[in-house]
């Protein structure tokens, strides 16, 4: 905690950012001199006036000791993620598209996780999102584009728009839901690995019959052409 006195006035600046406080800051620049009164103002709320009042020193203090609080991370309770069900896996794919500054309260209500305090909630983000990273890995066949031709359109395509994200989920909850409105639901409390393994396999299935359909023709073709050079 940091104490500046202007004219007998005592203004403290504190290094534990609350939530709302962080989200705030994300449109600002830590590099930039220029945004610094914005950024202090945003954690304390002292009007700019009296910030431009602060020394280059005093401003310079105040930046670096927001910066560390809002770099810091302080652990707490989390849910088990793997108990985490379907539509709340799908629900926070949607609210990390739209950037943590927008979604965060957002992102922890799903994950049953009750703080004010950016550091703590972007510790269990973190964790979260960790966690979700090793189940694109584990599931890579099923998220993946197959066609190594593709790889690098994928790599340098624009990045999906939040509505587009929502829509890709819907549609797969009403392809697994066999497309009945009534099934959706029952679709969003299976758990997470669960409605995975199911997608995973079946794509597995199709694949296998893709291929057999594939060297299926290739006989044909290989037949017709034996045939015709009789």
């Not at 584009?145 to 909850?173: F, G, M, R, S, V």
């Not at 006989?219 to 017709?224: H, L, S």
Request: aromatic share 8%; proline share 3%; hydrophobic share 40%.
């Amino acid at each position: 905690m940091l104490t500046i006195t202007i004219d007998t006035t005592k203004y403290t600046i504190t290094s534990e950012p609350t939530i709302e406080q962080w989200m705030s800051l994300m449109k600002y620049e830590f590099e930039e001199e220029q945004h610094w009164p914005h950024i202090i103002k945003a954690i304390t709320g002292i009007p700019l006036d009296i910030i431009a009042q602060f020394t280059h020193e005093q401003t310079k203090l105040a930046v670096i000791m927001i910066a560390t609080g809002v770099s810091s991370r302080k652990p707490m309770d989390i849910v088990d993620f793997n108990a985490l069900t379907f539509g709340h896996w799908i629900d926070i794919e949607y609210y990390l598209s739209m950037g943590l500054e927008k979604s965060m309260r957002l992102i922890l209500d799903r994950l049953d996780a009750q703080t004010d305090s950016a550091q703590e909630a972007l510790w269990i983000i973190e964790k979260y999102t960790a966690w979700r990273e090793n189940i694109y890995k584990q599931y890579s066949g099923l998220f993946s584009i197959e066609d190594p031709d593709t790889k690098e359109l994928e790599a340098n395509a624009p990045k999906q728009t939040p509505t587009q994200i929502a829509k890709a989920w819907y549609n797969i909850l009403v392809d697994l839901s066999g497309e009945s409105v009534l099934h959706i639901e029952a679709v969003t409390k299976l758990g997470i690995k669960e409605a995975l393994n199911f997608m995973a396999n079946r794509k597995e299935r199709e694949l296998a019959k893709q291929q057999q359909q594939r060297e299926q023709k290739q006989r044909q073709k290989t037949n017709g052409i034996q045939r015709s050079s009789r």
